[in-house]
């Protein structure tokens, strides 16, 4: 018979690592650590480390002495972004720095805007690294006669990895069949590949040589720290691509998680909402006067009803203020 998920006892080795930055991203980021705390069962006593990258950006110490209470490792640290103008290349960087310190043997690096409701099952087995297929096609390729195929040849010849050999997957909401991108909001890791290192190292490469997906001006996207669009974007999905590179470049297998891990809650009106509902990713939707107008309230979630009563009472989220300027 196959064993349960709840009556195995999770391993030890799982170091959790997201950033926190003064803003909405803070209040993101003591949501999630909480979360894990409370409702991650066997996973919610491994570590978690919270980054704050720029120097510019310190969260308040307010939120600083929560995530210490919470038993959250906090690091401040001085990243030199490969592109300052693409938010998620600091997440890149942290997860890299993270890496090559000494830690448990498996790092779970995520965004700040998602939560866990059960306990997950990181457990790796015969595969190296687990993650979700990207939500949607946007700069993916489905094959040669996609408008963005040629840029995809010209990522794997930058990072040195044969095109063919890139696996395919299918995106969990408008199911197109595509060259293998991973949702970036849940990246879980074995720490001795350094596969995170190795994404750094192919994002870099990527904007050195102006491999935009986007051209100049990218799409408008709603991020969890806003709606973004321009120059901030003209690069999105590329740190998604290139830790799919670093997976082919280490021949990496990685693991398909289930579809209630890392679901996108911004996008529930497309699809049936997963059972269990085990790590969303809300994007800006706790946020404001509507925070608790999504699906998670209306009866058709399968939630735990003490982690809906939790969530409820700690929204909307309020982005912090700056009152002086950090060192």
Not at 9 to 22: G, K, L, R
Not at 158 to 185: H, M
Not at 213 to 225: F, L, N, R
Not at 233 to 249: D, I, K, P
Request: net charge negative.
């Amino acid at each position: 018979m196959t064993e349960k998920l709840a009556d195995r006892e999770p391993p030890n080795d799982v170091e959790f690592v997201a950033i926190a930055e003064t803003g909405i991203l803070e209040a993101q980021a003591l949501l999630l650590c909480e979360s894990i705390r409370r409702f991650a069962g066997g996973y919610a006593r491994p570590r978690i480390t919270v980054v704050s990258p720029r120097p510019s950006r310190r969260p308040l110490a307010a939120t600083i002495c929560a995530l210490e209470r919470l038993n959250v490792d906090y690091h401040e640290i001085e990243v030199d972004s490969c592109c300052p103008l693409y938010g998620t290349s600091y997440r890149v960087h942290s997860a890299a720095w993270i890496e090559r310190r000494s830690g448990p043997d498996v790092i779970a690096q995520l965004d700040s805007d998602t939560l866990f409701f059960e306990q997950p099952d990181f457990s790796l087995g015969d595969w190296e690294a687990a993650a979700r297929p990207v939500d949607v096609k946007g700069m993916c390729t489905t094959g040669p006669s996609d408008p963005f195929d040629r840029y995809w040849q010209e990522i794997c010849r930058i990072a040195e990895v044969d095109y063919s050999d890139l696996p395919f997957v299918v995106t969990s909401i408008d199911g197109c069949r595509v060259r293998a991108s991973y949702n970036g909001g849940l990246l879980v890791a074995r720490r001795s590949h350094g596969l995170f290192t190795r994404t750094e190292e192919i994002l870099g490469r990527m904007v050195a040589a102006g491999l935009r997906p986007w051209g100049s001006e990218g799409p408008k996207v709603a991020a969890g720290t806003g709606v973004l669009s321009g120059s901030a974007t003209s690069y999105w999905g590329t740190s998604q691509a290139a830790f799919s590179l670093a997976c082919v470049a280490s021949r990496i297998p990685v693991r398909l998680l289930p579809d209630g891990y890392n679901f996108p809650l911004h996008l529930a009106d497309r699809t049936a909402l997963p059972r269990p509902l085990v790590h969303v990713h809300y994007h800006g939707l706790f946020e404001g006067q509507d925070a608790r107008s999504n699906r998670l309230f209306d009866g058709s979630a399968a939630i735990p009803p003490d982690a809906a009563a939790w969530l409820e009472a700690r929204l909307p989220l309020a982005a912090t203020q700056k009152t002086q300027q950090s060192g």
